[in-house]
């Protein structure tokens, strides 16, 4: 969903443009100075917000959470997750909880007398580099947001959601000044993306040349990035009272190398009632977006590109339909590689681009299938919801999202990326239709049984690890 960014594949480059005679950073040049500005709507504030209770003896926590990217409608899992857990913590009183993004225009919104986003405008922002065009979600390169760091002054707890970028350099800076504590979650692979776009832009600056062959394949460019975005979470995690990760093996990794700190995992939550098979229905899918209502529907979410191996699902698709399967291939998203999937498979795909959150459970109730190739996941928010509109997820190993199925029954988990393999399982259920529907239905169940709301994530896996920062109490492995 949301693919860190990997500027350092391009500092030099990066340099040149912004220090050339000019630029925004060019010696002698004036740093970027952000003006604030007052909202023009009525559900919007302007103003800082002070909590009537504050204080860890009070009745509320006050908690700064800092997401480094754009509050947008089209955003993907990384700022959805805070906006479900925003919503989640309306229903508490607890809290005083202030989300803060990235945006074009400083303002408040504010979900509830004790919940709020706050939207900041970047100081650096990667949209201002020609050559960072194509990456997914644009960030802030500034070591420093002053702006952030002003309204955050006065919270109990700081949480940041990378180590990387402006919101979190800031949040670790001023936690330090200020001795407030901090908490960092992870919400995506950054070092693996670093990997992954830093080859892709050198492709595309030198093709298959000698160029990309020395950076690449003898200088190991893209590897040595993605080691470096790694010692830098690890350093920012040190730092930090808690820090929360996606999976088991993740926390033990941490705990050896920070035996003394609390490091935990940070589910993701669903939304039962919203996402239900109960929202099925086929000829709506057929009357708005032009969906066949005689072939098995498989669905792909998020963005189309190298990172999420849509290419590979177009491979496999494409080798049903010419053996004949009734398959189509539904494409929930924008990317890259959009067209090259429509050249590839015609009319056997529909690729409408970004589809609204209110259409997504409509849409995921009346697919059959779930497919996510992708190996560089954090968390994909996408295979608990299709657990709970009943449909099979058919998830990649390398994805670690097999965690949440049970292979066989409730999804299927494929080894490999290959597309052999892809085409083996999916076509399997194509043919029997009785075992995609038997696992549907499990799935269904097992989201049921075994999946948790966004308010049991909220209390179970952030406010208690919240307080005991607040309150000077480093945790345990155990809690």
């Not at 443009?17 to 500005?37: D, M």
């Not at 997401?67 to 805070?82: E, F, M, R, T």
């Amino acid at each position: 969903m949301h693919y860190e960014l990997f500027w350092k594949s391009a500092f030099q480059e990066m340099i040149q443009i912004v220090q050339k005679p000019g630029g925004p950073l060019a010696t002698g040049a004036k740093r970027p100075k952000v003006k604030w500005q007052p909202a023009e709507t009525g559900d919007t504030r302007s103003v800082h917000h002070k909590s009537r209770d504050t204080g860890v003896s009070g009745e509320r926590l006050r908690v700064a959470v800092l997401v480094d990217l754009i509050w947008s409608p089209l955003a993907g899992g990384h700022v959805k997750c805070w906006e479900r857990l925003a919503h989640a913590a309306t229903r508490r009183s607890d809290l005083d909880l202030t989300v803060h993004f990235s945006g074009t225009s400083e303002r408040v919104v504010d979900l509830s007398e004790n919940v709020r986003f706050r939207i900041h405008r970047s100081v650096f922002s990667t949209a201002r580099l020609p050559f960072l065009g194509h990456i997914p979600d644009h960030t802030d390169l500034s070591p420093y947001h002053p702006d952030v760091a002003r309204c955050i002054s006065d919270v109990d707890v700081i949480h940041t959601t990378d180590g990387f970028f402006a919101f979190a350099r800031t949040g670790a800076r001023l936690a330090r000044r200020k001795s407030i504590p901090l908490v960092n979650s992870v919400h995506t692979d950054t070092p693996s993306y670093t990997r992954v776009y830093t080859r892709q832009m050198i492709n595309r600056l030198f093709g298959d040349g000698v160029g990309s062959r020395i950076l690449l394949d003898r200088l190991q460019l893209d590897r040595r990035l993605e080691r470096n975005m790694r010692n830098k979470l690890e350093r920012h995690q040190i730092q930090s009272t808690h820090s929360l990760v996606a999976t088991e093996d993740e926390c033990l990794r941490l705990r050896a190398a920070r035996p003394n700190r609390s490091v935990h995992v940070l589910g993701r939550g669903i939304d039962r009632s919203q996402f239900h098979p109960c929202q099925r229905d086929r000829e709506w899918l057929r009357d708005t977006f032009g969906v066949p209502v005689d072939r098995v529907i498989v669905l792909f979410v998020g963005r189309l590109d190298s990172g999420k191996r849509i290419l590979t699902l177009a491979e496999t698709v494409r080798g049903m339909v010419d053996s004949g399967l009734p398959i189509h291939l539904f494409c929930a998203g924008r990317g890259p590689d959009r067209q090259l999937v429509i050249d590839r498979l015609g009319d056997h795909v529909t690729a409408p681009g970004f589809v609204t959150a209110d259409l997504m459970p409509k849409v995921f109730a009346s697919a059959d299938i779930l497919a996510m190739p992708s190996e560089i996941e954090v968390f994909a928010n996408v295979v608990p919801e299709a657990m709970a509109s009943g449909i099979v997820p058919v998830v990649s190993s390398g994805s670690r999202m097999g965690r949440l199925l049970e292979d066989g029954r409730t999804g299927i988990v494929i080894d490999g990326a290959e597309t052999e393999n892809w085409t083996s399982a999916i076509s399997d259920l194509v043919r029997h239709p009785e075992r995609m529907t038997a696992m549907g239905r499990e799935a269904r169940l097992a989201a049921e049984t075994s999946l948790p709301s966004w308010d049991d994530i909220l209390a179970n896996d952030l406010v208690h690890l919240w307080r005991q920062a607040a309150t000077g109490q480093s945790g345990s492995e155990d809690d």
